[in-house]
């Protein structure tokens, strides 16, 4: 710019320099034409014409001066604007001014500002668009170059992957993850282009974690570090979730036969033998069936509601009621079944226990699974306890209900566990029956939906208690 600035200033002094001599030739020029022509050039005329000259070299030299500083003005104003143009000024107006042809190069360069103002406008809302949508998928994305040291890392994936998206520059994906399950290096799993494939890796806090990744090879169109790049999804839960659904579905076709199998077999009997069988057989069989089907019940009860909170549909109608009457439903539903396993029930309600605010039909639900539980698990002959009592928690008084049972008891690890869909404990000593992992969740559903709680702690003495909470109809929380 400086060099252009001088150019010009250049430019002026030699016009003004030209004019100053124009001024002193036509002026000592013609003051001797006109000495000579009046005969009267003589030396000291001659110094005068010289001085006069001179004089009018100077009055030539500074009207040189102001005419090109005039005509170089709007010349000088264009390079300026050029120049803020060159360093990215794409906001200032490029001036218009000056002789036809500067007018005409100022239009143009004017109408390329215009132009490169939108393009580059438009091309970083496309690059924000872009770093959006890369930064905010749930989808991981690392780009590798041609060695497979990373060379971006969106937000995404550094979650993920369990580092900051900053640290990883210049690193491989081997120095940030190792496969869980095998001793090789997780850059040797990796799928080929166009391919996904889940690998359970170890992160470098030690958590392990399903990770789906697909790869792509990327041409880039212009020169560029990076050669390919891989989409990493968190795929624990999901893949979680399938290994629970197969033990799932193996569990359920089981639940579904025993008691179809052992319905078939008695009703059999009480078809082709009828005639042969005294009443006390008849009656057998016939409590057989009874239990079966209150088996077959209390699983479909648990499915449809297990399916409506999947479904987000999920609903309970909590009215003042008193705990007596979805207690008494579910006795009525679980005699057989104590009977059948010679065990006792003690139920012990308190005599002033207030109403509670609770879905009948959802809360005997409750009962059922708990003390189905406590049958399978007690001891055959042993007593089962329900009690039921109030308490105030945070100034508040709620409902406590009990249920225990002199079982295994359930190991402190897998107190949460239980509650969870399809949640099952493997250890042989606790597992006496199978089932299909919904009753303790459909039983936490329930009583979470009316604002209380639900846990198990050891019975003293050995054994399981349930206990769980309900509001009192008249601090109704819903
Ligand atoms: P399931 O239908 O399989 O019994 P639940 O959700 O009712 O499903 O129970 C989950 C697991 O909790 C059971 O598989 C069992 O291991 C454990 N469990 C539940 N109740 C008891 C209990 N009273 N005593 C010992 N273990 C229990």
Redesign the pocket.
């Known amino acids: 710019m400086s060099n252009v600035r001088h150019a010009l200033s250049r430019l002026s002094v030699r016009v003004s320099l030209i004019a100053a001599a124009l001024a002193f030739c036509s002026a000592l020029g013609t003051g001797l034409a006109s000495s000579a022509l009046s005969g009267s050039l003589s030396p000291s005329n001659a110094g005068e014409i010289v001085a006069l000259a001179i004089l009018c070299a100077g009055l030539g030299f500074g009207a040189g001066l102001a005419l090109s500083l005039y005509l170089l003005r709007p010349l000088k104003r264009l390079h300026l604007a050029a120049t803020r143009l060159a360093t990215g000024d794409l906001i200032t107006p490029i001036p218009v001014g000056g002789s036809r042809e500067l007018r005409s190069l100022a239009r143009v360069l004017e109408n390329a500002r215009h132009e490169l103002d939108g393009i580059t406008r438009w091309l970083t809302h496309e690059k924000a668009w872009a770093e959006y949508l890369v930064e905010t998928i749930s989808e991981g994305i690392v780009t590798l170059d041609a060695q497979g040291r990373i060379t971006f890392m969106s937000a995404s994936a550094a979650a993920l992957i369990g580092c900051k998206g900053s640290d990883v520059s210049g690193k491989t994906l081997d120095e940030l993850l190792a496969p869980a399950e095998s001793d090789g290096k997780l850059s040797d799993l990796l799928p080929p282009p166009g391919q996904e494939r889940t690998i359970p890796v170890l992160r470098r806090d030690s958590r392990t974690i399903a990770l789906a990744v697909s790869g792509a090879t990327l041409t880039p169109p212009v020169e560029s570090a990076a050669r390919t790049a891989l989409f990493l999804r968190d795929v624990t839960s999901e893949t979680a979730m399938q290994r629970l659904q197969g033990y799932f579905l193996a569990n359920i076709s089981h639940e579904l036969q025993t008691p179809l199998a052992s319905l078939r077999t008695s009703a059999e009997l009480l078809v082709t033998d009828h005639a042969d069988l005294d009443v006390s057989e008849q009656h057998k069989l016939h409590t057989s069936i009874y239990r079966g089907i209150l088996r077959l019940e209390s699983l479909i009860d648990n499915l449809l509601a297990s399916a409506s909170v999947q479904a987000g549909r999920f609903k309970v109608k909590p009215l003042p009621i008193d705990l007596g009457e979805p207690l008494e439903e579910a006795l009525l539903f679980m005699e057989p079944l104590l009977n059948a396993a010679a065990l006792t029930l003690d139920v012990d309600l308190a005599a002033d226990l207030p109403l509670v605010c609770a879905d009948s039909r959802r809360l005997s639900q409750v009962f059922v699974?708990l003390l189905s539980?406590?049958v399978?698990?007690a001891p055959p002959g042993s007593q089962i306890a329900l009690v039921a009592k109030t308490d105030t928690v945070s100034g508040k008084e709620i409902v406590r209900v009990s249920v225990m049972?002199s079982?295994?008891?359930?190991p402190p690890e897998a107190r949460e566990i239980?509650f969870s869909r399809f949640?099952?404990?493997d250890s042989p000593g606790?597992?006496k029956d199978h089932?299909?992992?919904?009753?303790?969740?459909i039983a936490r559903t329930i009583i979470e939906s009316h604002g209380g709680s639900i846990a198990v702690e050891p019975r003293p003495g050995g054994g399981?208690c349930f206990t769980f909470t309900l509001p009192v109809a008249a601090q109704k929380v819903l």
């Open positions: 699974n539980n406590a399978k698990y049972d079982g295994p008891g359930i239980i949640g099952r404990l606790a597992r089932g299909a992992g919904l009753g303790l969740y399981s």
